[in-house]
């Protein structure tokens, strides 16, 4: 099996990935038209990234069968245009989420005591003790989370260590589970901003949480607030965030941006990452020793198993329902040729099978196929194969 590696990747996942077998090949320069020729030159199975995107032109450049994303997040893959081409898409989701948590807290503890223009006045030769000693300090202060899934949990046991209260929204956040957590359950983003005196934001971008912070969360936010982003740079609405810091004093740590580049390296041509009232930081989130090799170790088992099996662990865009209203359940002997009769049947009446599986029982001798149709059959088709050679019996049951 072919890899191509179009990232900065841990030499142990590439090591592994040698010793099973696979033709590997890394280039971490790549990306845009030169990542296309690529795909198209070396016509990999399975492409690995981090941080470069892949639209659908290279998706459509060569026989691509997996991508893989060494990352949680897969926003930056044109996951509809895979879907389309028959290809996975999969993540490596959890494994990142304590270095994320760090940088987190590491901002929320650099925008309390500005350890960012400390360090700049004093390598300049500038003492300023008066101005630096002002600092709001942690202990007590609510933090507020937006999100509540590894990261978030993470974050969580680090404002307990020193001594904050936590509220949080998440679609997912039950009262039973905030209890269990030893956090308030608030009823919307808003309502987290009103309560909080440090806000972090740990959501996966998508349609409902593209811009989620927006104008009304941070007129919600108290005045002198901290706000930090280390999810994606798009669920934040920086025009209402540059306002508030301007009409508010709210203060943000940054690591992720709405017009960041690319790759590892390059010119940022963003305004709100230049503003003084933000300290930020090049998406760095998951780019400590640690998680990395925990990644490799993650994408390394995806490409591994799909090799061996044809299955994908943690595949994003594998439908969770489906067309299908009906299912045709086809006892049989275990013989050659038996389900193919199944399905030509089945072509014939212009019925589109959905899913399939055939569970054979012990022995060998015969097996139960489970057949996902998008229309019901008529009894005459369920009968034709009922009659097939080889069939035990058929029979419909709700999709």
Not at 257 to 276: N, V
Not at 322 to 339: E, F, I, K, S
């Amino acid at each position: 099996m072919r890899v191509l590696i179009a990232d900065s990747f841990e030499r142990s996942g590439i090591d592994a990935l040698t010793a099973a077998g696979m033709d590997v090949t890394v280039d971490p320069q790549l990306s845009g038209a030169s990542l296309a020729e690529a795909v198209g030159a070396q016509a990999p199975d399975v492409l690995v990234v981090r941080s470069t995107k892949v639209p659908e032109e290279v998706l459509a450049a060569g026989p691509l069968k997996l991508v893989v994303r060494a990352g949680a997040g897969y926003n930056t893959i044109d996951v509809a245009a895979a879907s389309q081409r028959g290809i996975f898409v999969s993540n490596c989701p959890g494994k990142n989420s304590v270095a994320v948590a760090e940088l987190a807290f590491g901002l929320v503890l650099a925008l309390d005591r500005r350890i960012v223009d400390n360090a700049v006045d004093l390598r300049e030769g500038r003492w300023n003790k008066s101005a630096y000693s002002k600092g709001s300090g942690l202990y007590g202060r609510t933090l507020g989370l937006i999100g509540v899934g590894g990261i978030g949990g993470a974050m969580i046991a680090r404002a307990k260590g020193f001594g904050m209260k936590v509220v949080a929204w998440s679609r997912s956040l039950t009262p039973e589970r905030a209890e269990e957590l030893g956090i308030v359950a608030l009823d919307s983003p808003e309502s987290v901003a009103a309560a909080a005196d440090v806000v972090s934001v740990h959501v996966a971008l998508n349609d409902g949480t593209r811009g989620l912070c927006g104008a009304d969360f941070f007129a919600a936010m108290k005045p002198g607030a901290l706000f930090v982003n280390t999810s994606r740079g798009e669920v934040v609405n920086e025009t209402a965030l540059t306002a508030a810091m301007a009409s508010k004093g709210v203060r943000a740590g940054l690591d992720v941006y709405a017009d960041e580049p690319a790759g590892g390296s390059g010119d940022y041509t963003g305004a709100i990452g230049k503003l003084p009232s933000v300290y930020g930081t090049h998406h760095i989130g998951a780019s400590t020793a640690q998680a990395q090799e925990a990644i490799a170790a993650e994408a390394v088992r995806i490409i591994a198993t799909f090799a061996r099996t044809g299955e994908v662990p943690n595949a994003v865009n594998i439908a969770a329902t489906t067309p299908a209203v009906c299912a045709l359940v086809v006892r049989h002997l275990d013989r050659p040729g038996v389900l193919a009769a199944c399905l030509d049947a089945i072509s014939r009446a212009g019925i589109n099978v959905q899913e399939m599986s055939n569970t054979v029982f012990e022995g060998s001798a015969a097996a139960v196929a489970r057949i996902s149709l998008e229309q019901t059959p008529d009894a005459a088709l369920v009968a034709q194969i009922r009659a097939g050679e080889n069939v035990l019996d058929a029979s419909l049951v709700a999709g």
